[in-house]
């Protein structure tokens, strides 16, 4: 609806720290979920999907994921606040690239929070 009234809800019980939601390639709902590390997915009538990514510091593995974003490409970023850095992923939830350590110099993160990307495709954190 476009009216501001309120349509459903989903996920209950299974959301642990949900922090941002966007709107797949494929037309899913992508949600970071903060107390799981990983991000779930659900249909846009709230049916669950899946997830993708798990606890950890290697490719593909997330620690505290606060946002993420899509591109005009699919590809689902993430601000991986904990690990420092971004995860970008398909739109199918495989994992592609990350970029970033901790640290204050150029390419360098201190747990990320917010993430955009603009129709060029340049990422803002």
Request: some cysteine; glycine content about 14%.
């Amino acid at each position: 609806q476009t009216n501001g009234q309120f349509c459903f809800s989903f996920g209950s019980g299974q959301l642990g720290g949900p922090r941002d939601v966007a709107v797949t390639a494929n037309n899913h709902l992508v949600i970071a979920v903060f107390r799981h590390h990983c991000i779930y997915t659900y249909t846009l009538d709230g049916h669950y999907v899946g997830k993708f990514a798990s606890y950890g510091t290697g490719r593909g593995q997330l620690n505290s994921p606060r946002s993420l974003t899509t591109d005009l490409y699919g590809l689902i970023i993430v601000a991986d606040s904990y690990n420092h850095r971004v995860s970008i992923f398909d739109k199918d939830g495989v994992f592609i690239h990350c970029f970033g350590s901790r640290g204050s110099n150029d390419g360098q993160f201190s747990g990320p929070r917010g993430i955009a990307c603009n129709p060029n495709g340049s990422i803002y954190v």
